[in-house]
C-alpha cells in the first residue's frame, strides 16, 4: 500500500506540499429528525416540516432518535472505526440568525464512533485516509437572502435533522484524492444505505481544511477552512486557488492567518468570511437535557453482522468470481445500483461482454442522457439477451451496435428486433463458401499478389465477403473459409 504520494505545487521560490483535511457533513437517511419525530423531505414548503422542539420553543425537549444513532453505528463500521460505547452530546455555543437555540446539539470529546479509515484506489497504487471521528450533529435552519430586496428569511426546515460529521486526518495531499475520497465516502453511505450522498440537494457537504508546507518539511502550516461546499467540482477549484494563494503570501513574506473563507465559483476564487474559531470559542459543555448515550457491544455486534456487502468486499469477489481486472471492478463497484445492474446481466450471459458493454456502450448512452443507471433505457434483461445473441453466434459484434441502438429507443427484445429487422448473422458454411470462391475468382489479380506476399490483402477478401453478405457474415467464419481457399 502506497500511503506517501509526493505532490507538489511550484512557486517561485521552491516547491510546496499540500496538506488537505476533511470535515464531511451527512444527512441521515431516516424519516424523523435527529431529536424530533419531524418530517425530513426534500423541497417542502417552507417551516412546514417544524416541531415546537425544531422551533425552540422554552420548555421543549428533546428526545434521541434510536434509528439515527444506528445509522451512526452502521457508517462508523463501513469505515472501519472503533465504536465507542459512551458517548456525550453536548452544546456548541454560537449565535445565528437560523439557529433558534442559540446553540448547536453535537459531540465533541466523546464522539459516538473513532478513529477508522478508508482505502482510495489511486492510478499510482492505494492510499489510505485516516479517519480522526465521526459524530452526531443537528442541522441549523436556513437563511434566505433573495426573497425580498429589505428582508432576510428563516426557514427551519432543516433545523434538527441529523447529521453525520466524519472528519478525516489531514492525509489528503492533492485535488484528485480528495476527489476520490469523497466518492469512497458517498458509495460506502450509499451502500449502506445511511446518507444518499445528494450534494445538490444538500445532504452531503463539506468543510476543507487547506495548508501548505515547504517541500521536505513536517511542519505543518497554518490552515484555512472553506465552509460548506457541495460539489466536488469546485472542493477541487477552492483547494487549488488556496494552496497557490497561500503559496504566494509565503513567498512575499506574509503571514498565513488562521480563518474561514468561502469559495465564489464564478470567480473561482476563495475569499476571507471570518476569522478561524477555536473550539474553547464555541464553549463546549454537556447537554445537561440529554443523558450520555451508553451501547451495548451486544447492540453494536448485532448491528455489525446485518451490514450489507460493501463497495471493498464486493470490488474483490468480482475479480475473484468474474475475472474482472481491478480496474474494471472498481468502475463497476463505485455506484451500488450500477453493480447490481452489473451482476444481473454478468450472471445471464458472458461476464466479461457485459463488463465491457455496460462500461463502454450503455455508459456513453447514459452520459449522454444525463441518467442514472437506475433510469437506463435499456434493461440488464435484455443487455444480457444481447450479449446472448453475440456469444451464441446469431449476430456479430458489429450488428449488436445496430441492434443496441435500436434498443435504446424503445428498451426492445433484441431477439425481436433482430427477427423483425432480418439482423441474423449468416453462417452457412456453404453459403458462404459460394459466395468467397466467387469473389476469389472475380479477384485473380489480387489472389495471386496475396500468395506472393501481399499478406494486407486478406483484409480486402474480408471486406468483399462482409460486403456481398450486407454486413451479415459470420466474421470468424469468413476468415477461417479464406484462410482454407487461400492456401
Same mark, same amino acid.
Given at each position: @500500500?502506497?500511503?506517501? !504520494?509526493?505532490?507538489?505545487?511550484?512557486?517561485?521560490?521552491?516547491?510546496?506540499?499540500?496538506?488537505?483535511?476533511?470535515?464531511?457533513?451527512?444527512?441521515?437517511?431516516?424519516? *424523523?429528525?435527529?431529536?424530533? =419525530?419531524?418530517?425530513?423531505?426534500?423541497?417542502?414548503?417552507?417551516?412546514?416540516?417544524?416541531?415546537?422542539?425544531?422551533?425552540?420553543?422554552?420548555?421543549?425537549?428533546?428526545?434521541?432518535?434510536?434509528?439515527?444513532?444506528?445509522?451512526?453505528?452502521?457508517?462508523?463500521?463501513?469505515?472501519?472505526?472503533?465504536?465507542?460505547?459512551?458517548?456525550?452530546?453536548?452544546?456548541?455555543?454560537?449565535?445565528?440568525?437560523?439557529?433558534?437555540?442559540?446553540?448547536?446539539?453535537?459531540?465533541?470529546?466523546?464522539?459516538?464512533?473513532?478513529?477508522?479509515?478508508?482505502?482510495?484506489?489511486?492510478?499510482? &497504487?492505494?492510499?489510505?485516509?485516516?479517519?480522526?471521528?465521526?459524530?452526531?450533529?443537528?442541522?441549523?435552519?436556513?437563511?434566505?437572502?433573495?426573497?425580498?430586496?429589505? #428582508?432576510?428569511?428563516?426557514?427551519?426546515?432543516?433545523?434538527?435533522?441529523?447529521? @453525520?460529521?466524519?472528519?478525516?486526518?489531514?492525509?489528503?495531499?492533492?485535488?484528485?484524492?480528495?476527489?476520490?475520497?469523497?466518492?469512497? %465516502?458517498?458509495?460506502?453511505?450509499?451502500?449502506?444505505?445511511?446518507?444518499?450522498?445528494? @450534494?445538490?440537494?444538500?445532504?452531503?457537504?463539506?468543510?476543507?481544511?487547506?495548508?501548505?508546507?515547504?517541500?521536505?518539511?513536517? +511542519?505543518?502550516?497554518?490552515?484555512?477552512?472553506?465552509?460548506? @461546499? #457541495?460539489?466536488?467540482?469546485?472542493?477541487?477549484?477552492?483547494?487549488? !486557488?488556496?494552496?497557490?494563494?497561500?503559496?504566494?503570501?509565503?513567498?512575499?513574506?506574509? *503571514?498565513?492567518? /488562521?480563518?474561514?473563507?468561502?469559495? +465564489?465559483?464564478?470567480?473561482?476564487?476563495?475569499?476571507?468570511?471570518?476569522?478561524?474559531?477555536?473550539?474553547?470559542?464555541?464553549?463546549?459543555?454537556?447537554?445537561?437535557?440529554?443523558?450520555?448515550?451508553?451501547?451495548?457491544?451486544?447492540?453494536?455486534?448485532?448491528?455489525?453482522?446485518?451490514?450489507?456487502?460493501?463497495?471493498?468486499?464486493?470490488?474483490?469477489?468480482?475479480?475473484?468470481?468474474?475475472?474482472?481486472?481491478?480496474?474494471? *471492478? &472498481?468502475?463497476?463497484?463505485?455506484?451500488?445500483?450500477?453493480?447490481?445492474?452489473?451482476?444481473?446481466?454478468?450472471?445471464?450471459?458472458?461476464?466479461?461482454?457485459?463488463?465491457?458493454?455496460?462500461?463502454?456502450?450503455? !455508459?456513453?448512452?447514459?452520459?449522454? /442522457?444525463?441518467?442514472?443507471?437506475?433510469?437506463? =433505457?435499456?434493461?440488464?434483461?435484455?443487455?444480457?439477451?444481447?450479449?446472448? %445473441?453475440?456469444?451464441?453466434?446469431?449476430?456479430? $459484434?458489429?450488428?449488436?451496435?445496430?441492434?443496441?441502438?435500436?434498443?435504446?429507443?424503445?428498451?426492445?427484445?433484441?431477439?425481436?428486433?433482430?427477427? +423483425?429487422?432480418?439482423?441474423?448473422?449468416?453462417? +452457412? =458454411?456453404?453459403? %458462404?463458401?459460394?459466395?468467397?470462391?466467387?469473389?476469389?475468382?472475380?479477384?485473380?489479380?489480387?489472389?495471386?499478389?496475396?500468395?506472393?506476399?501481399?499478406?494486407?490483402?486478406?483484409?480486402?477478401?474480408? $471486406?468483399?465477403?462482409?460486403?456481398?453478405?450486407?454486413?451479415? $457474415?459470420?466474421?470468424?467464419?469468413?476468415?477461417?473459409?479464406?484462410?482454407?481457399?487461400?492456401?
Amino acid at each position: @500500500m502506497n500511503n506517501k !504520494f509526493n505532490y507538489y505545487l511550484k512557486g517561485k521560490k521552491g516547491e510546496y506540499e499540500v496538506v488537505i483535511g476533511l470535515e464531511v457533513h451527512a444527512q441521515i437517511l431516516s424519516e *424523523a429528525k435527529l431529536f424530533s =419525530p419531524s418530517a425530513t423531505k426534500f423541497g417542502q414548503e417552507p417551516n412546514s416540516q417544524v416541531s415546537l422542539v425544531d422551533a425552540a420553543m422554552p420548555g421543549m425537549l428533546p428526545v434521541i432518535n434510536k434509528f439515527c444513532v444506528e445509522q451512526a453505528i452502521k457508517t462508523g463500521l463501513g469505515l472501519n472505526a472503533k465504536i465507542n460505547n459512551f458517548s456525550i452530546f453536548d452544546r456548541k455555543n454560537y449565535f445565528y440568525a437560523d439557529l433558534p437555540q442559540g446553540y448547536q446539539i453535537s459531540q465533541y470529546k466523546n464522539p459516538i464512533v473513532g478513529e477508522g479509515k478508508v482505502i482510495l484506489d489511486m492510478p499510482y &497504487g492505494t492510499k489510505e485516509i485516516g479517519i480522526e471521528r465521526l459524530h452526531l450533529e443537528q442541522d441549523a435552519g436556513k437563511s434566505l437572502h433573495d426573497q425580498d430586496p429589505n #428582508n432576510s428569511f428563516v426557514d427551519l426546515n432543516r433545523s434538527g435533522i441529523a447529521l @453525520m460529521e466524519i472528519v478525516s486526518k489531514p492525509d489528503l495531499s492533492s485535488p484528485e484524492e480528495v476527489s476520490v475520497y469523497i466518492k469512497k %465516502l458517498r458509495s460506502i453511505m450509499r451502500y449502506l444505505n445511511t446518507c444518499d450522498g445528494n @450534494m445538490e440537494e444538500g445532504s452531503l457537504r463539506a468543510d476543507v481544511n487547506v495548508s501548505v508546507r515547504k517541500k521536505g518539511s513536517k +511542519d505543518f502550516g497554518t490552515r484555512c477552512e472553506i465552509k460548506n @461546499m #457541495n460539489s466536488i467540482k469546485f472542493i477541487q477549484q477552492a483547494i487549488d !486557488f488556496e494552496a497557490y494563494r497561500q503559496i504566494e503570501l509565503i513567498e512575499d513574506g506574509k *503571514a498565513v492567518n /488562521q480563518e474561514t473563507r468561502l469559495f +465564489d465559483n464564478k470567480k473561482q476564487e476563495t475569499r476571507s468570511m471570518r476569522s478561524k474559531e477555536d473550539a474553547h470559542d464555541y464553549r463546549y459543555f454537556p447537554d445537561p437535557d440529554l443523558l450520555p448515550l451508553k451501547l451495548d457491544s451486544d447492540f453494536i455486534e448485532n448491528i455489525k453482522k446485518k451490514l450489507p456487502e460493501l463497495p471493498d468486499q464486493k470490488k474483490q469477489r468480482l475479480i475473484n468470481e468474474f475475472k474482472l481486472s481491478s480496474y474494471e *471492478a &472498481g468502475v463497476i463497484i463505485s455506484d451500488k445500483e450500477t453493480s447490481a445492474y452489473y451482476e444481473n446481466v454478468a450472471k445471464n450471459s458472458d461476464y466479461k461482454l457485459a463488463s465491457n458493454w455496460l462500461t463502454v456502450e450503455l !455508459f456513453a448512452v447514459l452520459n449522454k /442522457q444525463n441518467k442514472n443507471i437506475s433510469d437506463s =433505457p435499456v434493461s440488464s434483461i435484455n443487455l444480457a439477451k444481447l450479449i446472448n %445473441l453475440i456469444k451464441n453466434n446469431t449476430i456479430s $459484434g458489429k450488428i449488436a451496435k445496430t441492434v443496441f441502438e435500436e434498443m435504446v429507443k424503445t428498451d426492445g427484445d433484441p431477439e425481436k428486433i433482430v427477427i +423483425d429487422r432480418g439482423l441474423k448473422q449468416q453462417s +452457412d =458454411p456453404k453459403e %458462404l463458401e459460394k459466395i468467397i470462391s466467387k469473389i476469389l475468382e472475380n479477384n485473380g489479380d489480387k489472389v495471386k499478389q496475396y500468395k506472393s506476399g501481399k499478406e494486407k490483402l486478406f483484409g480486402f477478401f474480408v $471486406g468483399q465477403a462482409m460486403k456481398e453478405t450486407e454486413g451479415k $457474415g459470420n466474421p470468424n467464419l469468413i476468415n477461417d473459409i479464406l484462410k482454407k481457399m487461400l492456401k
